[in-house]
């Protein structure tokens, strides 16, 4: 989306036992804003990220709830359990996020070049 200034980001998807990365083109915001999800309750996003190449979304690439993103792409391998902390101590607190809710908009035919995953991260 020519709107949204680009830049590349890393996904780390929890797979099993095994860290799965992902390297993707989004529109990132380093901000901290107050979500009010569908049940009511209140979150502060510290990351607003938004994927508008969605080709291959849940079946060549994978992004869930508690996974990790870092605002740049970076080659790293996950050990263990604690890719917040490793990736942290290495590309600083702010460059790392955990993410909080995903909002999917896919759209048909005349709109479908705004189709786009939202990410909140914490």
């Excluded at 290495?90 to 993410?99: E, S």
């Amino acid at each position: 989306m020519e709107d949204f200034p680009m830049q590349k980001i890393t996904i780390y998807h929890k797979n099993g036992t095994e860290w799965d990365r992902y390297v993707k083109n989004a529109s990132y915001r380093n901000t901290s804003i107050l979500n009010r999800n569908k049940n009511g309750s209140n979150s502060t996003d510290n990351a607003l990220i938004r994927i508008f190449d969605i080709e291959g979304y849940n079946m060549t690439w994978f992004v869930l709830k508690d996974d990790v993103i870092v605002n740049m792409e970076v080659k790293d391998e996950i050990e263990g359990n604690t890719p917040i902390t490793q990736l942290s101590n290495k590309y600083g607190k702010d460059n790392v996020h955990k993410i909080i809710s995903i909002d999917k908009f896919i759209y048909e035919e005349d709109i479908e070049d705004l189709s786009h995953i939202k990410l909140g991260c914490g």
